[in-house]
């Protein structure tokens, strides 16, 4: 039997950040539909160890479990999306061979221009997972490092430097696409 008063507490607890579940879900998964599947999962999930829970920051602790589901799921539904060649390449944090330093890309300001937003969205569908949740938690969900670090289980230097390679990534995928 459900305890209603825990119930009611999970509900004001995760209720409010059931669209930034789902954004995260969406966009790891690459469809709406797993999303709806695996933020239920998660939900449940959430709802089961909610007694674990012990105050802090609500949104980060319900995004882990969200994460963790979704690449629990893509493991058993879609290996190989999973794992990705890296390309050191893109470590570079200059655009060309003369060491002129990159412009910074604003992935927030270019989703404002309606005229782009396919463009961003289908280059941000491209990225390997590891970058694609890095950028979704920093620039859609607007998540500190420290949360984000938290949510993925890496410290706050990865998370800097894997949202760096991440935006040069973006940036260079959708230079190549306007090109076409």
Do not use: K
């Not at 420290?146 to 949510?151: F, L, N």
């Not at 890496?154 to 990534?169: E, H, K, N, W």
């Amino acid at each position: 039997m459900i305890d209603d008063s825990a119930a009611a507490r999970f509900a004001a607890m995760a209720a409010p950040h059931l669209d930034a579940a789902y954004n995260l879900a969406r966009w790891l998964t690459r469809d709406p539909h797993d999303a709806d599947d695996v933020v239920q999962e998660a939900y449940l999930r959430a709802f089961r160890f909610f007694d674990g829970f012990r105050g802090g920051d609500g949104r980060a602790w319900l995004l882990t479990i969200v994460r963790n589901t979704c690449y629990s799921w893509l493991e058993q539904n879609r290996f190989s999306s999973i794992h990705v060649e890296y390309d050191d390449r893109l470590d570079s944090l200059h655009d060309d061979d003369e060491g002129r330093p990159m412009h910074r890309l604003d992935p927030e300001q270019l989703l404002l221009q309606a005229g782009q937003q396919q463009l961003i969205e289908t280059a941000l569908q491209q990225l390997p997972i590891e970058h694609r949740e890095i950028l979704v938690l920093r620039e859609l969900e607007e998540l500190s490092y420290r949360q984000i670090s938290e949510i993925a289980g890496i410290p706050m230097g990865t998370v800097m430097s894997r949202l760096s390679r991440a935006r040069l990534q973006l940036r260079r995928s959708i230079e190549a696409m306007e090109q076409r």
